[in-house]
């Protein structure tokens, strides 16, 4: 069943108590952004500004490291594709051969002429006689289009300086476990600020932590409305989650679409108050819903991770903190495909590119075959050994065609909440089990008691 036909819809996460919940709690993510982090390809990917060789000893980790020296030295590399206001981490290990030397780690943040930019410098500084490692955290400032990585010793005290292992990667907001979550797909709730009091006014009746917000074109339209919605839902400690998605996006040919949306969502971001901008990006696309999807697994599933890894490498490289997510029904894991060279089930393709799932478990039944908790254990299995997340959503509308078990439609309310906290118990222990979905805002209002 694809939520896209069903016209503006809304899931909602429904988990018992939830304790040290917050919107925006993070974690490192994403590939490192330096090119040949450790000099195992010698200098590949840096430009040597002089005085720089890679030897074999001392090394911080792996077989080379880089020396400078005895002069004046340092090389850097450029990453492009940056923005302000993202969240990164630079790491990485150093040493020097006297005391008097100081080995330096660091960062230039520049527009996108590659100017500097003011209070755009940040630096790790190593002393020692043998390596250790360190990390900051920085965010870009206004203007940033660039980040310059670079190693440099000064010219100073004749001797060595040393580095190794250097990681430059963007900070994610992670998803905690236990959250409550609601989609909401009705432009109209959006619109005004009594619409805006009353979904929030809802989700905290009803526990809700998360929402996934539908945007479209209309976050350039109506920024402002997202603005405030948001800042009131992070006032309240509800997470947001740009919401948006369309089956046809899947297709390769049509990727520029939904990594367009991301730009935007990305832009509105990073013109937006620290409080008003979204925390992760939740999309919607369901191949199998494609009129050629029985004859074209192969090439729509390949697209579709395709499209996932994108998707996630946009916001990586840009800085963005955002996760990115998406719904699967629970049949993927009876569809196999090959993937960069990897046959597997679809549904572990797609944990693989991304940083959590919503798995769409529609049953209205908790325990025994083909329910709630057996279509979930793969999945969560699964997300456990990649250390990510995955969420079970449940149906309360009454989709047109498909049999009463996918929803709790026909039970009400109570009926739904008793049969959530049997699955809610059974994977209380599981690190991987994030929460609940509950399909949708318009039909939880609505739905009998």
Known sequence: MSKRAEAMMTLVFLVGGIVGFTPTETRAAGANLTVNPGFEQNLSG???WGGVSVVTSPVGGGAKAARM?????GAGQIVEGVGPNGNYVLSGSGAVSNSNEIAIIGVDLMDANGAKLPNGKFELRFDGGSYTKKSLAFTTVPGTAKIQIYIYKNPNAGGYAYTDDISLSSVLNDLPNGVKAMWVWDLADTATAAKRGELISFSLTKGVNLLYLYTGN??????DRYRALIALAHANGIRVEALDGQSDWVRGANHGYPLERIRQVMS???ASAANERFDGIHHDNEPHTLPDWETNKQSLGSDYVDLARKSVGLLRSGGSPMTYSGDIPFWYET??????????ELYKHILDAMDYVTLMDYRDYAEGADGIIQNGANEIAYGRTLGKKVVLGVETYDVPGNPEFVTFYQEGEAFMNAELAKVNAYYAASPNYAGYAVHYY?????MLP
């Open 268 to 270: 509105y971001n990073g």
């Open 442 to 446: 318009t039909t939880y209002k609505t």
């Open 69 to 73: 020296g005895p002069g004046e030295s």
């Open 218 to 223: 209309a976050l350039v339209t109506y920024p």
């Open 335 to 344: 569809v196999t495909i090959t993937y960069a060279g990897a046959t597997k």
């Open 46 to 48: 840096w430009t040597n």
